[in-house]
């Protein structure tokens, strides 16, 4: 009962911090040190995060099934080959191979070396103010129709560097785009988009290690937690986009360097282990 009590806790964590730029992967592994509960480990980390990009498949599945029947239409049919979705098809499978090839070549490194504490509270301070500088320089003219090659894998490659837990998938994304001069709402969407492949696909395949490897818990705790994911990560993405049209990054940018500066505190007193 206490590993499906704790399961509802993480699925809730996950759902709240997927989709903001704070990173969902260093809440998990920070708050349950916190609790006391020990590293939930990799897997469960990946397998549950699944849940939270079901809630963006159903929340964009508009988009996604219009971007996904044009850029099949493009493979046959040339007319269709210069329309933004055509091209967002192809935007999104390119900016998704950084993080794919560098995930399988680094797996045994950040399931071991890059969970250590020090390490994901380092990221998040630094992370932090690189949104923050992203967020003040950073025009806010460009819209996804001016979405070329070259802008779609610079923040293919922003987003591997999520594979660091404490970086965070959207903030470097996000981080990315504004450095590139796009609006906020804009490069929210497409950072919601450009995670599907690899957070799904990254789920998928720790789905082996969820029965034993270095998974905290088994099926039922972690099915759980993905469902819980899904529910609040659903009500997340709303709220996200309705307040990123009107606000800044500086909430997020202050968070990430308290959250990053108390982890550390905590590890360098002794008061949880690295």
Avoid: C
Wanted: hydrophobic fraction near 55%; charge should be neutral; avoid cysteine.
């Amino acid at each position: 009962m206490v590993d499906y009590l704790q399961a509802v806790v993480l699925g809730i964590i996950q759902g709240l911090t997927e989709f903001l730029p704070i990173s969902s992967s260093a809440h998990l592994r920070i708050l349950p040190e916190v609790f006391g509960w020990g590293d939930p480990g990799a897997a469960f980390t990946a397998v549950i995060q699944i849940g939270t990009e079901l809630a963006v498949l159903i929340f964009f599945w508009r988009d996604i099934w219009r971007i996904a029947v044009t850029w099949v239409k493009s493979l046959f049919r040339p007319e269709y080959r210069g329309q933004l979705d055509a091209r967002m098809g192809w935007f999104i499978i390119l900016g998704s191979l950084p993080i794919v090839v560098l995930g399988i070549a680094l797996k045994d490194v950040i399931e071991s070396d890059f969970r250590s504490l020090w390490l994901i509270g380092t990221t998040l301070i630094v992370g932090g103010i690189v949104l923050g500088i992203a967020d003040r320089v950073g025009g806010t003219e460009k819209t996804l129709k001016q979405l070329g090659l070259r802008d779609a894998v610079l923040m293919g490659l922003a987003q591997a560097l999520a594979l660091i837990p404490g970086v965070s998938r959207s903030g470097a994304t996000l981080s990315m785009g504004r450095f590139l001069g796009y609006e906020r709402e804009t490069a929210t969407r497409y950072a919601f988009l450009l995670a599907i492949p690899a957070v799904i696909g990254a789920g998928v395949f720790e789905l082996k290690d969820v029965p034993d490897g270095d998974n905290l818990y088994g099926w039922g705790p972690t099915i759980l937690a993905t469902v819980v994911s899904f529910v609040v990560g659903y009500a997340a993405i709303a709220w996200l986009l309705r307040f990123v049209s009107t606000h800044s990054f500086t909430p997020f940018v202050i968070y990430r360097i308290a959250l990053g500066a108390g982890t550390l505190i905590l590890v360098a007193t002794g008061a949880i282990a690295a």
